[in-house]
C-alpha cells in the first residue's frame, strides 16, 4: 500500500492527462470567481456519485487535495506548497456495464449477464484559469462530457444550466500546436528559456516525433532516449524537409523541481522519472499540477506573440543545416516547401527565404 493510500489518497493509472482547458470566467456569475464557492456549486450542480442507490451513473467524489499537500510533510518548498492556494480536485466516476459469463444463484449453467464496472477520471482545477483531467482518453472524455454539461457559458443570463449558479464559465481547450512544439524545439536548440516572465526552463529534450509527407524516409520518424535532441540527424532532417513534430519529451525545471514530460498536441504524459519517481502520490500530483500550468501559461504566452516570434526566422533552420553538415550528414537543401509556409506564417516575402 502507498504512503499516499495510507493517508487518504491514490489514483490508478498513469500521470496522463488527456483534457487540459482554459477556464473563461469572462460571462460567468460572481459566485464562480470564488474558489469555494466554485467548488460547492460544481458539486451540487453535478452531484456525488453513489455506489449504491442512485439515479444517475455518473456523479463526483471529492478529492480534499489541498489537506492533503498542506500536511505532506515531503512538500516543503514553498513552489510546490502554492498549488494548494488554487486547487480543486474531483474524481469524475461513471458506470458501464459489460457483459461477462456467469453462474446465476441456484443454477449450475454458465449465463451470459450484466456486470457494473466503475471507471474514474481525476479533474484538477487551477481556479480560475486551468483545468485539467487525468485518465484514459476514454475515460477522461467522459468526465469532460459530463463536466461542460455546467461549464459552458449560458445562453442567457436567465439561464442557470439546471441549477442556481447563474451564467457559468465556459471551458476551451488547450492544443499545443505542432508550430509550438518546434518553438519549445528552437529555444531549446539555443539555450534560451522559453520566457523570462513563466518560471519554466528546458534542461533537455530528449525524445520526439515527427510526421509529414512520405519520402524516401517514410512519412513519420521518431527518436528515443537521445542525450540532445537538437543534434539528432534523424530529427534534423525531417525538420528541414517540412515535417512536424507530434510529440516533445525532456526534462522540464520548475524552481529546481525536475520533471520528465511528453508533450503532445492534444495531450501531456508526465513521466515516473526523476523528482516525480522519489514522490508520493499526493507529490506527484501537485508536481504535475504545477507543470502543467506553467505550459499552459507558457502555450498562452506563445499565442500572445508576433508572427516574426511565434515561427522561426531563416537562420534557425540554415542553422540546423549546418550541425548537419558538420555531422555529415546533410541533405540536399531545405525545403522549398518549408520555407514558403515559413515565409506566411511571417508574413515575409519570398525572396527573404531564396525562394
Known amino acids: 500500500m502507498t504512503q499516499s493510500s495510507v493517508n487518504g489518497f491514490d489514483y490508478q493509472g498513469y500521470l496522463i492527462f ?15 470567481s470564488k474558489m469555494y464557492d466554485a467548488e460547492r456549486i460544481l458539486f451540487e450542480e453535478l452531484g456525488e456519485f453513489s455506489r449504491t442507490y ?8 471529492r478529492l480534499t487535495l489541498r489537506d492533503y499537500i498542506r500536511d505532506d510533510e515531503s512538500i516543503n518548498s514553498e513552489t510546490l506548497q502554492s498549488v494548494a492556494d488554487d486547487l480543486i480536485g474531483y474524481r469524475v466516476l461513471y458506470e458501464e456495464e459489460e457483459e461477462i459469463e456467469a453462474y446465476p444463484p441456484e443454477s449450475d449453467e454458465l449465463t451470459k449477464v450484466k456486470h457494473p464496472i466503475v471507471n474514474d477520471a481525476d479533474l484538477y482545477w487551477i481556479h480560475p484559469e486551468y483545468m485539467f483531467f487525468r485518465g484514459s482518453e476514454s475515460d477522461s ?4 462530457d459530463y463536466v461542460t454539461q455546467i461549464l459552458r457559458e449560458s445562453p442567457n443570463p436567465e439561464q442557470t444550466d439546471g441549477g442556481s449558479s447563474g451564467s457559468t464559465p465556459r471551458i476551451n481547450e488547450i492544443c499545443f500546436e505542432k508550430d509550438f512544439l518546434l518553438w519549445i524545439f528552437k529555444k531549446q536548440f539555443y539555450g534560451n528559456k522559453p520566457s523570462n516572465k513563466i518560471d519554466l526552463k528546458i534542461n533537455s529534450l530528449t525524445d520526439a516525433e515527427i510526421s509529414g509527407d512520405d519520402d524516401i524516409w517514410g512519412g513519420s520518424s521518431s527518436i528515443e532516449d537521445t542525450p540532445h535532441l537538437r543534434e539528432a540527424p534523424p530529427i534534423l532532417q ?3 524537409k517540412n515535417k512536424q513534430f507530434d510529440a516533445i519529451e525532456g526534462v522540464f525545471n520548475i524552481d529546481d523541481h ?5 508533450v503532445q498536441t492534444n495531450k501531456v ?15 506527484r500530483v501537485a508536481m504535475s499540477n504545477l507543470l502543467l500550468s506553467r505550459l499552459a501559461e507558457l502555450k498562452s504566452h506563445w499565442d500572445g506573440l508576433t508572427k516574426t516570434k511565434k515561427y522561426p526566422e531563416y537562420k534557425f533552420f540554415d ?14 537543401k531545405i525545403s522549398e516547401e518549408l520555407r ?3 515565409a506566411e506564417l511571417r508574413d515575409e516575402p519570398h525572396s527573404a527565404w531564396n525562394l
Open 238 to 240: 525531417a525538420i528541414l
Open 258 to 262: 525536475l520533471m520528465v514530460a511528453d
Open 269 to 283: 504524459h508526465i513521466k515516473v522519472a526523476k523528482e516525480i519517481n522519489r514522490s508520493n502520490n499526493i507529490r
Open 340 to 342: 514558403k509556409r515559413m
Open 319 to 332: 542553422d540546423l543545416y549546418t550541425v548537419l553538415d558538420h555531422q555529415g550528414a546533410s541533405i540536399d
Open 141 to 144: 472524455s467522459e468526465a469532460i
Open 54 to 61: 442512485r439515479g444517475s451513473n455518473r456523479g463526483l467524489e
Open 18 to 32: 488527456n483534457g487540459i482547458f482554459r477556464v473563461d470566467m469572462s460571462s460567468a456569475s460572481v459566485e464562480w
